[in-house]
């Protein structure tokens, strides 16, 4: 009897995830490959059968407990983005282990519904056996084991697909005995220091990037006549306003741009050079600049976009806003950039906004609620971010309340944000460099779906971002205009690292041999984005081109 319940245990679960099974059977179609498909997932679900049978518990509860943990993390993954964990996905997720808790803050709903349902393994296979059917003693402990070696050689073979639509217990296991075998094998070197040559003194006092959270370039009247009122089309004494129109973001998710944007990867060689090369910081500090960052994302000290402890110790001043509700969060971060232009010290700072990143439902005050109807508000006053889309439907109703409230944001966070600063601040010894991380999907197209990026099939506004250069008419800075007529609509995230370099006053020759042209020179850049940046296992990088006759605006 106690057979029969623990058969009933572990088939129950498996059965709980038809429909993931049904999606990849519908994709597959008739053909071999579905023949190849069953065989496999019906050899690890037979395996995982067997697994009840091991009978030394110290054997079999320590599998038990893989195999739920492996559970629970796939499931818990699914209910909260509502999409396949691919290993790219997977290793992202390693990397925001520090998030765990905010993790659970935000979806605990969802992660205790996983846990709930990852008992069946648990106690399906931990559940001690009774008499076992005639079998050889080593095939129940054999069975999974080599079923999971089997699906490890399967995704290694494949850079890492291939594993959808398999009983998912299986997959966060292969996913880290890949990782594993990764982690032994980087062999990428210690990170090397400065050996640029600085020709000049820093070119101003005050070099910033503000990198803004979601926002896509055809939302805003950079762009687009129908476009969010940004404040940056508009005249202002005492500042020259540069607009390179679109750009190309590195990527469609955010800590792949960031990373980038703070270690200079380029196209060519990003994996290398983002983990071996100094970061903006300690080319700052080497400049004689003071360093910081102002992170209006997170709180409590929590890093993100693949910031590390290391990294952290070449940034003098580290700025979150504890105290500050999200909404008003890019605001606090706009009244520190005002303190510390005005402060007189030689800086480079680097500005993570709070943006526009999903839910946007609350991300303005009720006083800029000018497009209407809009989402409804009042749930996500303390969500920063999220991966859920509990409540949002995506369909053409919804999609419609979501672009208005999306507008409403950027007329918050983008427009009152420069508003503001252009009033409040002291610009005439800065140079101030704004963009965003990415783009976004707001399905104007009619498409079907939830997300607004990291799609890895994505539309070509997931890499649309805006590129301005705000400069104090006191800094002799680059020549903007020099090629402004052939970088407009043509540049992209790669042209804004040596950029920077050169405002510190690092050699523009040896700057170029590195990391490629600034914006004072031809970028003659391809305009594509990444969407296969965590390229592993000898997969390539999937750059996708954006085409602008095809650009869909409001």
């Known amino acids: 009897m106690r057979g029969w319940i623990k058969s009933g245990l572990l088939l129950a679960y498996l059965a709980s995830f038809h429909g993931y099974y049904f999606e990849r059977i519908q994709a597959l179609g008739l053909g071999l490959p579905l023949l190849l498909y069953l065989g496999l997932a019906s050899g690890l679900a037979v395996a995982l059968l067997l697994a009840a049978w091991i009978r030394p518990g110290w054997l079999r509860w320590p599998l038990a407990l893989a195999f739920a943990v492996g559970g629970l993390f796939f499931d818990a993954y699914l209910r909260i983005t509502d999409s396949y964990l691919t290993y790219s996905a997977f290793v992202s997720m390693v990397y925001a282990g520090g998030f765990v808790h905010e993790a659970f803050q935000q979806y605990h709903q969802a992660i205790m519904l996983a846990a709930a349902s990852a008992t069946l393994p648990l106690v399906g296979i931990g559940l001690r056996p009774g008499p076992a059917p005639r ?14 070696a089997l699906l490890v050689g399967m995704l290694f073979v494949r850079a890492g697909e291939g594993a959808r639509g ?91 741009t960031n990373v980038t944007l703070r270690y200079g990867g380029t196209r060519e060689d990003y994996q290398r050079m983002n983990s071996t090369l100094p970061s903006i910081w300690q080319y700052a500090k080497r400049a004689g600049l003071g360093t910081v960052y102002l992170d209006a994302q997170r709180t409590g000290g929590n890093l993100q976009n693949l910031m590390t402890e290391t990294e952290k110790q070449d940034i003098d001043h580290f700025i979150q806003f504890n105290a500050s509700a999200v909404v008003d ?137 805006p590129l301005v250069v705000i400069q104090g008419q006191g800094v002799k800075g680059l020549d903007w205009q020099a090629h402004l007529a052939q970088n407009r609509n043509a540049s992209s995230h790669y042209n804004i690292f040596p950029t920077l370099l050169k405002l510190m006053g690092y050699d523009s020759t040896q700057v170029a041999a590195l990391y490629g042209p600034a914006l004072d020179q031809p970028t003659q850049d391809p305009f594509t984005f990444n969407v296969r940046f965590n390229a592993r296992l000898g997969a390539k990088p999937d750059f996708r081109h954006i085409d602008l006759s095809r650009i869909v605006v409001p």
């Open 329 to 465: 969060r890019d605001m606090a971060a706009l009244q520190r950039l005002v303190e510390l232009l005005g402060d007189g010290q030689p800086q480079l700072i680097v500005i993570n906004k709070l943006g526009a990143h999903f839910p946007v439902h609350d991300k303005y005050p009720d006083a800029f609620m000018t497009y209407r109807p809009a989402l409804p508000r009042g749930r996500f006053q303390d969500v920063a971010d999220t991966g859920s889309r509990e409540g949002f439907d995506g369909s053409v109703q919804a999609w419609t309340l979501y672009r208005n409230a999306y507008r409403n944001t950027l007329a918050w966070n983008v427009g009152e944000f420069f508003r503001r600063l252009f009033a409040e601040a002291d610009l005439s010894q800065a140079v101030v460099i704004y963009t965003s991380d990415h783009g976004q999907d707001l399905h104007e197209r009619g498409n079907a779906g939830l997300n607004t990026h990291c799609d890895s099939d994505p539309v070509m506004e997931e890499g649309l971002v």
């Open 135 to 148: 079998m050889p003693g080593w095939l129940p402990l054999a069975a999974p084991l080599l079923g999971l």
């Open 166 to 256: 398999l009983p998912v217990m299986y997959t966060p296991l292969a996913y880290l005995s890949l990782f594993g075998y990764e982690a032994l094998q980087d062999r990428v070197g210690p990170r090397e220091p400065v050996k640029l040559t600085q020709s000049a003194a820093p070119l101003a006092r005050d070099i910033v990037l503000v990198i803004d959270e979601s926002i896509s370039g055809n939302y805003l009247d950079l762009n687009t006549p129908a476009g969010v009122t940004s404040q940056l089309l508009l005249p202002h004494p005492g500042v020259d306003v540069v607009n390179f129109g679109y750009a190309a973001s590195v990527a469609n998710c955010s800590a792949d």
